[in-house]
């Protein structure tokens, strides 16, 4: 099968639509996927939690690592942003990545005052998450508090017992009070501002130029099968 350019140029010249009507395709949906994707944001939260690996009472059978901490906080901040989140196409995914706590709510967002109402409840959902994790942790070191505490005092309270014992348990009680004390200086510094949330809006580009090539290059094809179809 043979086609000559002449040929060739004498049906583009007849079928010329063809190239305009794909460039006019090719704009359409160019500035369609330009439209949707206007009004796209993205807001991000992301807090290093390295330091609670500091917190350590392993004679105790306790431990706290970051690694611990973020999926904790990322769980009970994803439950409550997700639960009281109107706008179900926007959910909250807050994720590990070592011993960073990351969080992120992406979409089309229509208005400044749907804007803020995201940002505000993430921050809600955060602050309530790190502050559940404070008292949850608080409440496990006080329980051992208190039962070395009753050690301490039945210790004290023997007849039997020598000061070298007694030192060994008001040290457990001092070590133990001084990783509570640790941990709550900690998690203050943890605790987040509503500004600390990162809003970025979502910047579309079109290469105009790039597109018309793509649509003449689309045309001159389509009208190239065209001929080669006639001549099978």
């Given at each position: 099968m043979y086609i000559s350019l002449l040929d060739y140029l004498e049906e583009i010249k007849k079928k010329f639509y063809v190239i305009i009507l794909m460039i006019v395709l090719f704009l359409v949906i160019s500035v369609g996927y330009k439209f949707y994707k206007n009004n796209n944001y993205e807001l991000s939260f992301s807090k290093n939690l390295q330091s609670l690996s500091t917190l350590t009472l392993s004679k105790?059978?306790?431990?706290?690592?970051?690694?611990?901490?973020?999926?904790?906080?990322?769980?009970?901040?994803?439950?409550?942003?997700?639960?009281?989140?109107?706008?179900?196409?926007?959910?909250?995914?807050?994720?590990?990545?070592?011993?960073?706590?990351n969080c992120k709510v992406s979409g089309k967002i229509k208005s400044d005052a749907d804007l803020n109402e995201i940002k505000n409840k993430m921050y809600l959902a955060i602050s309530d998450a790190l502050e559940n994790y404070r008292i949850y942790i608080v409440k496990i070191i006080d329980e051992i508090i208190i039962s070395k505490q009753d050690l301490l005092n039945f210790v004290l309270s023997a007849e039997d017992t020598n000061l070298e014992i007694q030192a060994r348990y008001k040290s457990a009680v001092s070590e133990i009070v001084f990783t509570k004390n640790l941990f709550v200086d900690l998690m203050n510094k943890i605790s987040l501002a509503e500004d600390d949330i990162i809003i970025s809006k979502t910047d579309t580009k079109i290469n105009y130029i790039l597109i018309i090539l793509s649509g003449l290059i689309s045309g001159l094809f389509l009208i190239f099968l065209q001929m080669t179809g006639r001549k099978n």
């Open positions: 105790y059978n306790f431990k706290s690592s970051p690694q611990l901490a973020v999926e904790w906080i990322s769980y009970e901040a994803n439950k409550r942003y997700n639960e009281e989140n109107k706008l179900k196409n926007l959910l909250m995914k807050c994720k590990k990545d070592s011993a960073f706590l």
